[in-house]
């Protein structure tokens, strides 16, 4: 028997059997969309205010801000978001490069932006894919990584403001990208990512490509490299003597590096060092949160900073001339804000509003850190998953039913950052929300990092089942009604679990995932290929081949029997459309019950504000629909005031 499929075209949205949103679901869901965070870019000019980034009508737009508080004055006005910027040394009047791509394409084009407003001018080839500006420390330069010479490598380009040219400056096989430029302007630090494992840092003196080795070497992997102001010592990030990445310092003039922080336990993400003075600013990511401290150069010595409530640390850059650091905060009870630390006096200037229409954050619950044990053993005993567990407040009816969020990477890491959606899903549908860091996620280590690589991929699956397991031993939670959504690689994740834990799942969502490991590394953007080999496999190898082919959701579509809501962008560069085509297909022919939504100026997750508001309806729905008993069903259409009151 044919299915016949309902489809709908709704401005760039192609709906697939997915039902009409009810106008109270709706209604009550604006609450939560309607949330705005703010993200810092970069100090204006001299320092005088700040450069940030917030939604302008459908996406994230400039905006500059002269204090605290203060009126953000709009600087960009594209359709398409504005993903990075950063301010021209010198430059009067000032100018910001900026970046952008078109539909999600991920093909990122340069721009220079006057910041006294006026239209930004393009400075790149609108073709290829263009990343990582720094300026030259007079502002005439600056170097980025482009695949220009062949839509394969990224190599390193020098731009010449002062004559509208680019230049090659360093060629090479693979990905490579520029970090920061000396304070004398002999020298750029550039990376040589090679997978999340293994990465090179390298000094390149830019007028000769001659390159000279910071630190490198098989499973060692390097990240940020940063100057002090006087140019003898650069900051950067290694594991070459641990489990996970610390701060070191390497001195140009003697050739030597040194470890700074050997005796703290977590790894070191972030590093800002300021152009005046001796100290450099770090951050800790301790089980998911972000740990800011200060490193003085003079004292050997480091102190955190408690003034920061608990959150996750992004973009941090310090003032051209003072001892203070402009930050972006992400709370757990919050949507994301910019703050200015004094570091003379550790006080903390809050310089945005995020606002929220939901719920006041003192009533937005906070996540608890847990661990779940696994299958398999680290150090004689059962392996601990950690994993954030989101409760509804205590008018919520137990038994819970449970979504587990499964992020994407897999190098990644789920982070207690602010999620309204979460909110939703708690307040209004009485989920329990779980979001658990299987292996192979970022944070925890090289050595939990690479447990699903190649040929141990279903592990991270397995993972999933022992969560399943622990929520089974839970008396608040559901068992019968568990849910699962990821997005990326967590869209795989979904579904292999549907395959292989179907009997104890109650429907899935798949945002953009992988489905055939095969045509995902066959078809993904060429720049992307090698670097996906290494965590995956090559798929040019007949044994790997075979083996990315046997656990491969689509030889399994089959067995996925529970309803599922599979998402995708049309110009998706990661993970391309034909990944959600063809396991929509496949789950179809077998019988099975799918919702389909496809966003035709989309990429790899939808940005736009009104692409996002439907597909954040359309899982409410979905979710609604599958997971919720039609008695609880009734409540919630009750208090959305679409049932009559006796």
């Not at 790894?267 to 300021?274: D, H, L, S, T």
């Not at 996906?532 to 990315?548: F, N, S, T």
């Not at 100026?601 to 439907?614: I, P």
């Amino acid at each position: 028997m044919t299915v016949q499929n309902q489809k709908r075209v709704i401005g760039n949205l192609l709906l697939e059997n997915i039902p009409q949103v009810p106008a109270s679901l709706t209604q009550k869901l604006r609450l939560y969309q309607e949330s705005r965070e703010y993200s810092f870019a970069d100090w204006l000019p001299d320092g005088r205010g700040l450069l940030v980034s917030t939604r302008s009508g459908e996406s994230a737009q400039l905006y500059q801000l002269q204090k605290a508080g203060g009126h953000c004055e709009q600087l960009t006005y594209f359709s398409e978001p504005v993903s990075a910027a950063i301010v021209r040394p010198g430059a009067s009047p000032g100018e910001a490069l900026l970046s952008k791509d078109n539909g999600g394409d991920e093909a990122f084009q340069f721009y220079l932006q006057p910041l006294a407003g006026g239209a930004p001018t393009c400075l790149t080839d609108g073709i290829s894919k263009h990343g990582n500006p720094v300026w030259s420390p007079d502002g005439r330069f600056f170097l980025f990584s482009s695949t220009m010479r062949n839509g394969r490598d990224q190599d390193i380009y020098r731009y010449d403001l002062s004559t509208k040219e680019w230049q090659l400056a360093f060629a090479a096989r693979g990905y490579w990208y520029p970090v920061a430029w000396s304070p004398n302007g002999q020298w750029a630090t550039v990376l040589h990512y090679k997978s999340a494992q293994e990465s090179a840092l390298h000094l390149l003196d830019v007028d000769t490509g001659e390159l000279q080795s910071v630190q490198s070497g098989p499973g060692i992997s390097c990240r940020e490299g940063y100057w002090s102001a006087d140019g003898g010592l650069l900051y950067f990030t290694s594991d070459a003597e641990n489990d996970w990445r610390e701060l070191w310092t390497f001195s140009p003039e003697t050739g030597q590096a040194e470890r700074l922080t050997g005796d703290l336990p977590w790894e070191i993400e972030r590093v800002a060092v300021a152009p005046t003075g001796e100290e450099a600013a770090f951050v800790a990511n301790v089980h998911g949160y972000s740990r800011l401290y200060l490193y003085c150069r003079s004292t050997r010595s480091y102190r955190a900073i408690e003034q920061l409530p608990g959150g996750v640390i992004r973009n941090m850059k310090w003032h051209p001339e003072r001892p203070e650091l402009a930050l972006t905060l992400d709370l757990p009870t919050l949507p994301a804000n910019v703050f200015v630390l004094d570091a003379r006096n550790g006080e903390c200037t809050q310089w945005t509003n995020a606002t929220t229409a939901a719920a006041q954050p003192s009533l937005v619950p906070e996540p608890e850190l847990i661990t779940y044990p696994t299958f398999d053993k680290a150090g004689g005993s059962p392996r601990k998953i950690p994993a954030f567990y989101f409760r509804p407040g205590q008018d919520a009816t137990a038994p819970l039913p449970v979504l587990i969020y499964i992020h994407g990477g897999p190098e990644s890491q789920f982070r207690p950052g602010f999620l309204p959606t979460f909110q939703y899903y708690m307040a209004e549908l009485g989920l329990a929300v779980i979001a658990p860091n299987v292996r192979g996620s970022s944070g925890y280590g090289k050595r939990y990092l690479e447990l699903d690589n190649g040929y141990r991929r279903e592990d991270s699956v397995r993972d999933i089942g022992a969560l399943l397991d622990w929520i089974g031993q839970q008396p608040e939670l559901d068992t019968s009604r568990v849910a699962v959504m990821g997005g990326s690689y967590g869209g795989y994740m979904v579904l292999a679990s549907m395959i292989h834990y179907g009997d104890r799942l109650s429907c899935g969502v798949d945002v953009v995932g992988i489905s055939n490991f095969v045509t995902f590394l066959e078809n993904t953007k060429p720049y992307r290929r090698d670097l996906r080999r290494v965590e995956y496999g090559d798929e040019r190898d007949p044994d790997m081949r075979r083996h990315l082919e046997e656990i491969s959701p689509t030889s399994h579509a089959h067995r996925i029997t529970k309803p599922m809501l599979i998402v995708q962008g049309q110009n998706d560069p990661r993970v391309p459309a034909s990944e959600a085509e063809q396991i929509l297909k496949a789950i179809r022919s077998s019988g099975g019950e799918a919702w389909y939504m496809l966003a035709r100026d989309e990429g790899h997750g939808f940005r736009k504000k009104t692409n996002r508001d439907a597909f954040n309806q359309a899982v409410a729905l979905f979710l609604q629909t599958f997971l919720l008993p039609s008695g609880e069903k009734l409540e919630i259409a009750a208090r959305q005031g679409t049932v009559a009151q006796g």
